[in-house]
């Protein structure tokens, strides 16, 4: 399974960005599809995930301004992030896996796929 993100760039604060990440290859045990960042020096942190049938989960602090979505038919995962902030300056990592447990979806250790990341970078 290859990923590949795109979408990220540099934006005000206050701005909106949608990132995209396309699967490919052998993506037909794909189920659990995520969002992760990680900003210089920090660890990766999860940022949103979805199921094939569309559950979503998010951390505790961010819901509402990030929202995860997919269309299974093109293989794709969505993250739309509104109401951006400096502290959002990060990369942003799609990752992918088979059929995760909610809490499971928070650790990045269990993804088995990763994209190579698109700098995402909030002005002040």
């Known amino acids: 399974v290859q990923l590949q993100a795109s979408g990220g760039g540099l934006v005000q604060a206050g701005g909106s960005l949608k990132l995209s990440c396309a699967a490919s290859?052998?993506?037909?045990?794909?189920?659990?599809m995520g969002w992760y960042r990680q900003a210089p020096g920090q660890q990766r942190e999860f940022v949103a995930s979805?199921?094939?049938?569309?559950?979503?989960n998010y951390p505790y602090n961010r819901k509402g301004r990030f929202t995860i979505s997919r269309d299974n038919d093109k293989n794709m995962v969505y993250l739309q992030m509104v109401s951006l902030k400096p502290e959002d300056t990060a990369v942003y990592y799609c990752?992918?896996?088979?059929?995760?447990?909610?809490?499971?979806?928070?650790?990045?250790?269990?993804?088995?796929?990763w994209g190579q990341g698109t700098q995402v970078t909030v002005s002040s």
């Open positions: 290859g052998d993506t037909l045990d794909i189920n659990t």
């Open positions: 979805i199921s094939k049938d569309g559950l979503t």
């Open positions: 990752a992918a896996d088979g059929r995760l447990i909610l809490s499971s979806q928070r650790h990045a250790g269990a993804y088995d796929y």
